[in-house]
């Protein structure tokens, strides 16, 4: 009965004890709660600016100031980050490059080892002193021959074939525009699928960059603009046809840029020379567009393209990104703009870009934007500079970019913790437990040792 009786005291002082003592509050190390996410902001505005941009930390190289293009990119192509531009929004007619965008949207449609026979309709609207492989009406011709002439010799006969087995030229132009948009090229407008000279047909060193960094995610696309050689069918015979992208070839008097890739180079009365070009150098591979350049010749767009890569890659991880290729996601019920978006670092999104420990340091360092004399030169620019809606309905310039990147960059819901049990002896040590028991022990004893006189007996 004795010991019965000092188990009842002892469970009835610890039960108040525990009542009595407020729960334990829970510490980080029995809840854990992800890290919010370090977001890098890059103004999707600035590529929107006139003249060059570049944003260098303190060991990084000069932007080049040699380059004469009217407008020209530098990106990665892996993650679509611009490392440098001018005037990359600048509205210019974009001559052969655009055939690119013609490959990018009917390359991935179509069997290469199909056969077609040309007939004589396939072959008509072909523009005066356009550049030919030597499609004939009546031959008969593999689908991978024809692509051959588009990317080798810049062939619009075979680019009016290919169109025509893809829906025919009013189509292909529709997909095409289609495709621009859903890259995030906004600035490219198609007239003619083939590049050929039209009226109020525009691209830009930002779209052509777009195109390039599109064109080299297919195995297809990257075979044929990386073939320097190839024979051209011509019924019973063939004949020989090298690439005229002399940076690939090193061909007249251009020489041929180590790890280069390819892609495509044009040429047009209306739009001077442009280029993209894409070049590998260990694991890094870079794409350029160079639009127009205003001296040095035919070669120009070549020793132009090789100076901005060559500063690429010694500038790659040592300048922070001034814009990005990568397409923004449109709002319900809106359609896609021109902008670009920020990189976050998160677990929870494998897409986003994780911001490097060098990057955090530089920023800390509080490197400057621009180095000190590096003035920004004002250059006219087609497309509205304001926001609003264009004669299309479109919203563009730096005011609808701010707008879709606030709504992007616009927090969500807030993590939930994890459920803190409730109960007041849940997180209780097993010490304070077993001391509440002994304290109510010994105030049994004490109470007993009273009731008996203080003589010791229990």
Known sequence: MIVMSAVRHAAAGAAALLLVLPAPVATASTVSEPTPPTERFIDPARLYRSGTQVQRTANAPEAPSDVSALSWVVADASTGEVLAARNAHRRLPPASTLKTLFAVTALPRMDQEERHTVTESELEGIGSGSSLVGVQAGFTYKVSDLWNGVFLSSGNDAVRVL????????????????????LGARDTRVVSPDGYDAPGQVSSA??????????????????????????????DWSYGIRNTNR????????????????????????????????????????????????????????????????WGFDAAGRVQPVGSLAPVPARDGAQEQPVTKPVKKSAEKPEAEAESPAAQAEKAAGNAEKPAGEAEETVPQAGPEAGGASASGERT????????????????????????????????????????????????????????GGDGRL
């Not at 169109?163 to 859903?182: D, I, L, P, Y």
């Not at 280029?275 to 890094?284: E, K, Q």
């Not at 049990?421 to 077993?434: D, E, F, K, T, Y």
């Open 163 to 182: 169109a025509a087995m893809n829906g025919g030229w009013e189509s292909m132009t529709r997909q095409m525009q289609e495709k621009a948009r859903a």
């Open 206 to 235: 930002y779209d052509l960059a777009i195109f390039g960094r599109a064109g080299l995610q297919d195995p297809a696309f990257i075979r044929y603009c990386s073939t320097r050689y190839a024979d051209f069918p011509s019924g």
């Open 247 to 310: 940076l690939l070839t090193g061909q007249d008097g251009v020489g041929r840029y180590p790890g280069l890739i390819g892609v495509k180079n044009g040429y047009t009365s209306g739009a001077g020379n442009t280029l993209i070009a894409a070049a590998r150098r260990g694991s890094r591979t870079l794409v350029v567009s160079v639009m127009n350049p205003q001296s040095g010749g035919g070669r120009a767009v070549y020793e132009e393209a090789r100076t901005l890569l060559d």
């Open 397 to 452: 310039g730096p005011a609808a970019v701010s707008e879709d990147m606030a709504a992007l960059t616009a927090h969500g819901k807030a993590v939930p913790r994890e459920d803190v049990p409730s109960r007041p002896w849940a997180g209780m040590p097993l010490a304070l437990v077993g001391a509440s028991l002994g304290a109510a022990l010994s105030l049994w004893v004490w109470r007993r040792r009273s009731a008996g």
